[in-house]
């Protein structure tokens, strides 16, 4: 190794190249990505952060100001801080179930002949083609009492009456995972398609059970994917505000919630761009842990 | 019981949809036998492997390892150990961990592994490798790394599909060179799927030949090569010319029916004969030989050790392996000849 590595770097600078070229370079290259992710997501951070400091006096939307009202009002706000352990297990209990199904998922058509494979990708991409309000419309007609839930489980005979699952914690936690689940497939699909098929054989030769092939091959494998996969759906399912509060309960108060609230409702900007920002930074702390977790031994660095 | 085979394989037999894979394939490997499975693409060989592995379930057949029935069991319960053409190393294992995880599943105490994975690796001439991942590996070391994982759990059967054939010409020669060595010393007992004839040949103490899934000759090498079975065996193992003749009352004409000059020591019977002789077999300028063929030179090719002359006697096209140049130019009409022992006639 420590052979190559000499030889690399013996003949690689190439000697007119100046220092600064050659630092600037990857600059260079990356400025497109880099641009777009400045104009589309770094500014409007910025401008929220900026935003969270003013104040809000006689229902004007805001009035420019330098004051940290707004966070220190969070933190005796009893309605804050239930909606931020609203939100996170929400989010929690959807994504490890959107990990679940989509990883079960992902798996059976990576594991099945090729021929059922392009049924099985379009059926995952349908939600993505409809809407989240078309598919909030569709949840009404599912969950209430005369919905298609309650006739489909008293015409199978496993309840006697008629019930609605309609704004219940549980109508929304489904929402969610039917949000999120498309994505999630998708990319451990991806995860799965960079496997060798033959490990699994390899491993079942060695003298191991199906169970301690996928503990001790499979399942190392798709760290990485099901890393990203849990923390896409997290961010989507935090993030997300129409169909929690269009399927939960009224009392059901998401951070999204209490941001749209802030926003519409009580026209205070500076607050709801606080909340915002505490959200984005909460958001950004899971992914950091989740990174962390799952960076020490994958399938691309091993 | 030290007569038992390793492996015996009764009458096995399975078909995909239509598609006969493997047919009626009887096999009985000896303890320490390396036979080899040889036969065109889609001949049956690797599903021959994979029902051996209990990859496959066979529709009929018995198959037997050490004297006991294994098809009803699954492949982690069987006592064989397969090495991949690919490798199919674990990518997220060490190397170390890669030639342990059979002794893990197998359940050998911690303090055995160490030593013999140590062992294992040393055989393969890759100590000092083990912290290493497959990526950070060559192609010809992966397939080591294989070797040593399935050879250091010792089964009854080592099950190879061709694991040389995604290597280099001079890597697989010494990679091949390497498992016979290995085969010699340890006395394993395998079977080995290949298309490369030179491999089989090499390599097996016996060498099944398989055409559309059955097994076509199963024999020593010299034997299936000297004496092939049939003429299917005969063009498979082996270079040769194909001579298509009609014989009509002693005289010879080519499948278009003009007449060739073509003599033969011990007449054959009028009708549509296909005559084959080995190029090496071939003898320029040589009309006192028992069977002769006056043909002309078309062109030459050069393959480094021989040269290799082409000729044509009406429709028939045969080439002829010589070593160093001959007196004749393209055009020129040639005694071609060889003797009775060094041809095969079908009809
Ligand atoms: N899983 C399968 N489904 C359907 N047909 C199959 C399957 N596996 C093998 N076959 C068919 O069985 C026949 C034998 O295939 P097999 O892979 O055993 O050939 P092979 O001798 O190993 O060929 P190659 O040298 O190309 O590897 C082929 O016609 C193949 O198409
Ligand atoms: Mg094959």
Redesign the interface.
Known sequence: ?SGASETAALDSPAPRRTFWSAALMPWLLMSPALLIAIAFFGLPILFMGRMSFNAHIDQRFYVPDFTWDNYAAMLTDPTFRNAIWTTARLALISSIATVIIGYAFAMLVWLKPKRWRLAFVALALCPLLISEISIIFGWWMFFPKNGLLSYALVSSGLITDKISLMYTEFAAFVGLTYVTLPFCFFILLSIFDGI?K??L??????????L??FH??LL??TKGGIAAAFAQSFIWAVGTYATPSALGPDTLWTIGYLIQEQMLGKHNWPRAAAFSIVLTVGVAIVMMIIRMLSSK???LN? | MADTSALELDRLRRAFGGVVAVDDVSIDVKRGEFVTLLGPSGSGKTSTLRLI???EKPDAGAIRINGGRVDHL????RD???I?Q?G??????TVAENVA??LR??GVARADIAPRVRQALDIVRLAGFEER?P??MSGGQKQRVALA??MV?RPAILLFDEPLSALDLSLRLQLRAEIKRLHDEIGFSAIYVTHDQGEAMAMSSRVAVMRSGRIEQIDRPEKVFGEPASEFVYTFIGESCCLKTQMASGAAADADGATIDLRLANGLADGDWRLYVRPSRLQIDRADLDNRLKARLDFTEFLGDVHRYHFKAGRIELFVDHQGAIAHRPGDLVDIGWRSADMVAYR
């Open positions: 190794m060798d033959k490990v054989e390899a491993s079942a030769d060695l003298g191991a059970a199906p301690r092939t001790e091959v190392p494998l031994r994958t399938a091993g | 592995g209990g990859f699954p492949a982690y319960q064989t150990a397969t991949f690919t199919a190393l674990f990518p997220h294992k995880y059979g599943m197998r991942y990526a950070q994982r399935s759990v």
